[in-house]
């Protein structure tokens, strides 16, 4: 069992930039690769970004590439994501969560986080 807890959202101004984190629970986070989603309002919710059990590998949806990272420190059993330039179109609840694999990252998800809201302002 793993255990998510994000926070570090808020409202910013556009082109301001957040950082997220993502606390896991238990000594097996190492094991996963773990993933951001999120749910803009009365939309479903989207991939957002995914890195490796090493950290070695991440991929990105198209539109926050360039402005968006993803990085882990197993040590701390956290996953970060980097928001910067942020648009008014990154409103929305941000999820991470936890994959057995990287390669299926964007698809299947064993545990999930409870959500940070991010709202950005024109």
């Known amino acids: 069992q793993v255990q998510l807890v994000e926070s570090g959202g808020g409202l910013v101004q556009a082109g301001g930039s957040l950082r997220l984190s993502c606390a896991a629970s238990?000594?097996?986070?190492?094991?996963?690769?773990m993933a951001w989603f999120r749910q803009p309002p009365g939309k479903e919710r989207e991939f957002v970004a995914a890195?490796?059990?090493?950290?070695?590998?991440?991929t990105y949806t198209d539109s926050v590439k360039g402005r968006f990272t993803i990085s882990r420190d197993n040590a701390k059993n956290t996953v970060y994501l980097q928001m910067n330039s942020l648009k008014p179109e990154d409103t929305a609840v941000y999820y991470c969560?936890?994959?057995?694999?990287?390669?299926?990252?964007?698809?299947?998800?064993?545990?999930w986080g409870q959500g940070t809201q991010v709202t950005v302002s024109s």
């Open positions: 969560a936890a994959a057995p694999t990287f390669l299926a990252a964007r698809f299947r998800e064993d545990y």
């Open positions: 238990g000594r097996t986070f190492s094991t996963y690769a």
């Open positions: 890195i490796s059990k090493s950290g070695s590998g991440t």
